[in-house]
C-alpha cells in the first residue's frame, strides 16, 4: 500500500516467487567471461534505477570503464543505453544527446561485432533517436542470432513493438524477456506498460505493484501506476502516485503534466493552469518536452493546442512522443485527423 511521502509498505504475505534453480541470464552472466569491471557492473546498478541522477552516475562508471580494453565495447554499449534512458525521461534535448549515443553504439559493435549487448544498444540508437523502426529489427533479429537466450534482446523487441502497436506481440516478447531474466526491471516496466497499452488496467495495476514491491521508489513505476490509478477513476490514488514521481529527479515535468492533466480532468482549472506554471518554470533553466504541455491541452479540452504540442514534439523526435499511441489520455483526439496523421509516424 501507498504511504505518501514514505513509499511503500507490504499489505499481505510476501509469495516465493522464484524458483530456488533460477540461474539469471541478464547481462550480468553474460558479461563474466569478458572480465567485466566492477565500474561497468556499477554502471549497470544504477542505469537500472532510471532517474537522472543515477544515469548521469551510470554514464560516469561507463565512462571509467571504456579506459579498459577488456571491457571498452561494453561499457560504449552501456553509454548508448544511459543516453537512450535520458532521452526517455525527456530530461535532456534528443538533438543533444543523438550524437553521443550513435556515436557509442558503433564503437561497441565495430570492437566487438559478436556482442548481442552491443546490438541492443545500438537498436534502442534507431528506435529512441532515429526512429528507424525497420534498422532497429534488423539489430535485433542481428542481436537475436547472436544470443538467443539474452532477455534484453527480448525486451528491445518488445519496447519496438510497443511503440508501433502491436501490444499483443508485445505481451509475448516482455513475457519471454521476464521467463529468461525475473528480475529485469525493463522487462516488467514493459510489461506493465504493454497491459496500460492494451487498456487493461487491472493487470496493468497488478503488474505496478509487483515491481513496487521489488524496487518501491521506482519513478517510472510509480508514474504508470498513477496513470493505470487514472483510468480506474481513483484520482486521489493517482495524484499520490504522481507526487512520488515527481519528487524523482528527471520526472518533475512528467509528473506535473500528469498532476495538471487530472485536475483538468476533475474541473480543477486553476490547478491545471499552475501546472503549464510549474511547466513554464521547468523549461527556463532546462529541457522540457512539447508533449508535457499536450498532456495538460488534452485534460483541458484544448484540441489545437493538444496537437499543436504533439506535432512539436515529433519534430524534435522527442522520446515522449513515442507513447502517444498507447496514452489513454489522448483518447479525447481519436477521431482528429491531424492526431491520425502524427500516428502514421510510428507505423512499422
Known sequence: ETRPGLGYRFSAPVEEVLDADYRPTSW???????????????????????????????????????????????????????YCQLAILSSVSPAKLAGYARACAETAIRDRPDSPEAHVSCAQVRMFFDWDWKRAQLTIDRALSLSPNFADVYTAQAS????????????????????????SVRANLNYAACL????????????????LMLIPLLAPAQFLLGLTYEQLGMYDEALVEFRNAQACSGFQAAGTSAAGYLHALMGLKDSAEKAVIELDKYAQTRYVSSYWYAVICSGRR?????????????????????????????????????FSKLLAEFSA
Open 302 to 338: 484544448q484540441e489545437r493546442q493538444a496537437i499543436w504540442h504533439l506535432e512539436e514534439s515529433v519534430r524534435q523526435r522527442d522520446s515522449a512522443a513515442l507513447w502517444m499511441r498507447a496514452d489513454a489520455r489522448f483518447n479525447g483526439l481519436q477521431r482528429n485527423e491531424g
Open 28 to 82: 550480468l552472466s553474460r558479461t563474466k567471461p569478458f572480465a567485466a569491471s566492477e565500474d561497468y557492473l556499477k554502471g549497470r546498478y544504477f542505469l537500472d534505477k532510471m532517474t537522472e541522477e543515477d544515469v548521469y552516475k551510470a554514464v560516469a562508471f561507463f565512462n571509467a570503464a571504456a579506459s579498459e580494453a577488456s571491457c571498452c565495447a561494453l561499457a560504449n554499449a552501456g553509454l548508448a543505453e544511459a
Open 160 to 183: 519496438l513493438l510497443f511503440i508501433v502497436g502491436r501490444y499483443e506481440a508485445a505481451l509475448k516478447a516482455c513475457l519471454d524477456a521476464i521467463a529468461l531474466d525475473p528480475l
Open 196 to 211: 496500460y497499452a492494451s487498456r487493461d488496467f487491472e493487470a496493468a495495476l497488478e503488474q505496478c505493484w509487483k515491481i
